[in-house]
């Protein structure tokens, strides 16, 4: 079992900066891979970003040059730098930990972009 909290969400204008975190109770490095998926009302939830455990990282076509995944595995945290953040941003933000046999949710934290 792995509990993933996820915080750093807020209401921000167009154009802003947010950044999320999310802490594992488990190691960084027991995840094959990390991400962060968001999902709007009504919407699909969808894969916004992901690290590996080797530090590789994937985005997005819509995040790409504005978002970046990192970590600190001394904390034990995975964060998301939002930059130049758009109305269409608006969504609930997930936290994923992903294993080679299971996989965990994070509770979800609002990212809200005012234009």
């Known amino acids: 079992q792995v509990q993933l909290v996820e915080s750093g969400g807020g209401l921000v204008q167009a154009g802003g900066s947010l950044r999320l975190s999310c802490v594992a109770s488990r190691s960084y490095f027991s995840a094959n891979v990390m991400g962060w998926y968001r999902q709007a009302p009504g919407k699909q939830r969808e894969l916004v970003a992901t690290?590996?455990?080797?530090?590789?990282?994937n985005y997005a076509d819509s995040v790409k040059g504005r978002f970046t995944i990192s970590r600190d595995s001394a904390k034990n945290t995975v964060y998301l730098s939002m930059n130049s953040l758009k109305a269409e941003d608006t969504a609930v933000y997930y936290c994923?930990?992903?294993?080679?046999?299971?996989?965990?949710w994070g509770q979800g934290t609002q990212v809200t972009v005012s234009s």
């Open positions: 994923r930990w992903t294993g080679t046999s299971d996989a965990y």
């Open positions: 690290i590996a455990r080797g530090g590789s990282t």
